[in-house]
């Protein structure tokens, strides 16, 4: 069976600190990819990123930065130097194999950056 | 502008009624999902549909129903066998290109209360 596993439910940063999000995932197939998506405040999902299970570079975008070590079966989403915008439920997500193209969510780890 | 438009925001139901939740999309994507948010939770997959007059069951589809009759609209009624309707529910879209895999987008989410 497939799942995402968010362990952090909430982190508190002040503001300028690194601050890394924690995702690991299950599933048996050997194509697959992973998302990250940010929810602020007002409720919509922000797509992040995209990655495929045959791409393990890592990816850095400004102050966002994504491990993926598929050894450890880990996706974790690093923010350096972080803001009070970065304040928001971030989700990791797993798109099944097959022609369905449906994500499993993790539970969401909400993060509150302090000024 | 392009994008995913849910309406209402805010709707408010009484036990025993049907409530219709809107979606329109104008990305010309073939895909159109709704998924469930419940406080602290991910999201769940109620029901999705990869092109017009089809629909398939998602991990919570009862007490739901659905139609698309154009490739735009994925309307999402929430019936009176739902028992516990009130949630935040979100649609999404995403092309099908190679099937799986494509990354899927959120509109802003509408809340559903039943009083």
């Known amino acids: 069976a497939q799942k995402v596993t968010q362990a952090q439910t909430e982190i508190s940063v002040v503001e300028k600190e690194d601050v890394t999000l924690d995702c690991v995932y299950e599933?048996?197939?050997?194509?697959?990819?992973l998302f990250w998506y940010k929810q602020p405040p007002s409720g919509e999902l922000v797509f992040l990123i995209r990655r495929n299970s045959f791409d393990e570079q890592n990816e850095i975008s400004g102050r966002y930065s994504w491990n993926f070590q598929k050894s450890t079966s880990s996706f974790n989403f690093t923010i350096t130097a972080s803001q009070v915008v970065d304040s928001a439920v971030y989700f990791c997500?797993?798109?099944?194999?097959?022609?369905?193209?449906?994500?499993?969510f993790g539970t969401g780890t909400l993060l509150a950056v302090q000024p | 502008d392009g994008g995913i438009t849910q309406s209402p925001k805010y709707l408010f139901r009484k036990e025993g009624q049907n409530v219709t939740l809107s979606c329109e999309q104008n990305?010309?994507?073939?895909?159109m999902y709704w998924y469930r948010q419940d406080p602290g939770q991910g999201l769940r997959l109620i029901y999705y549909?990869?092109?017009?007059?089809?629909?398939q069951k998602g991990d919570i589809a009862e007490g739901y129903s659905v139609s698309r009759e154009k490739k735009e609209s994925f309307p999402l009624t929430v019936t009176s066998a739902q028992k516990n309707p009130t949630a935040f529910y979100l649609c999404?879209?995403?092309?099908?290109?190679?099937?799986?895999?494509?990354?899927?987008?959120f509109g802003e989410g509408s809340w559903l209360t039943v009083v």
């Open positions: 999404a879209s995403s092309a099908l290109r190679g099937g799986t895999g494509n990354t899927i987008y």
């Open positions: 990305l010309n994507h073939d895909a």
């Open positions: 997500a797993l798109s099944e194999a097959g022609a369905t193209n449906k994500l499993i």
């Open positions: 599933t048996r197939d050997t194509t697959y990819y």
């Open positions: 549909s990869q092109i017009v007059n089809d629909f």
